[in-house]
T-cell receptor, first 113, second 117 residues
Framework: AQSVTQLDSQVPVFEEAPVELRCNYS??????LFWYVQYPNQGLQLLLK??????LVKGINGFEAEFNKSQTSFHLRKPSVHISDTAEYFC???????????FGAGTILRVKS | GAGVSQTPSNKVTEKGKYVELRCDPI?????LYWYRQSLGQGPEFLIY????????DSGLPNDRFFAVRPEGSVSTLKIQRTERGDSAVYLC???????????????FGPGTRLTVL
């Protein structure tokens, strides 16, 4: 079985500052890794995913994440945030050959002007 | 094109009643998933359909929960004898293929907020 831990429930940050949202996972098998974003009153939207290959993955809206197998982490980063990035971000895993996603509890990113 | 749609957007019911939640996946997507998101939590997997059949229903919490997808498109999640603990947002997602070796992106609907009084 897999599990996902998002270490911060809320992250406040000023506009144009860098941000890192932390995600650690636990699994006895190889996994795929995902970050989803949920804007207010909208459905979950895929930001980026790691399947294999380069450990640095670039996604939409200037976000990127780095897979670290030894630390079982997949932290999300953005060098300069905007007010419009205010949303809830979910890290998720699925096992290779599996279908269901296992999500973390989410991190609310609040960007302040 | 149209995304995943879910109806109703909100449903308020009384304890003990029966409810049905509907999901319309993206046209042509053969895989369909149901998740439940309780307050302050991430989505939790309930059931996965490949075509008309439930390929994995390991997430259904008990036998009060049941889902169908009779024609391989629209799906209905059915909850019998609702309890207050069933209150949550029920999310539906679809993906193009969803086979065991696939990493197709799951596209989520906006969810149905169920409140059991």
């Amino acid at each position: 079985a897999q599990s996902v831990t998002q270490l911060d429930s809320q992250v406040p940050v000023f506009e144009e500052a860098p941000v890192e949202l932390r995600c650690n996972y636990s699994s006895s098998v190889s996994v795929y890794l995902f970050w989803y974003v949920q804007y207010p009153n909208q459905g979950l939207q895929l930001l980026l995913k790691y399947l294999s290959g380069s450990t640095l993955v670039k996604g939409i809206n200037g976000f990127e994440a780095e897979f670290n197998k030894s630390q079982t982490s997949f932290h999300l980063r953005k060098p300069s945030v905007h007010i419009s990035d205010t949303a809830e971000y979910f890290c998720a895993v699925s096992e290779l050959g599996g279908n269901k996603l296992v999500f973390g509890a989410g991190t609310i990113l609040r960007v302040k002007s | 094109g149209a995304g995943v749609s879910q109806t109703p957007s909100n449903k308020v019911t009384e304890k003990g009643k029966y409810v049905e939640l509907r999901c319309d996946p993206i046209s042509g997507h053969t895989a369909l998933y149901w998740y439940r998101q309780s307050l302050g939590q991430g989505p939790e997997f309930l059931i996965y359909f490949q075509g008309t059949g439930a390929a994995d229903d390991s997430g259904l919490p008990n036998d009060r929960f049941f889902a169908v997808r009779p024609e391989g498109s629209v799906s209905t999640l059915k909850i019998q004898r609702t309890e207050r603990g069933d209150s949550a947002v029920y999310l539906c997602a679809s993906s193009h293929q969803g086979t065991g070796t696939s990493v197709d992106t799951q596209y989520f609907g906006p969810g149905t907020r169920l409140t059991v009084l």
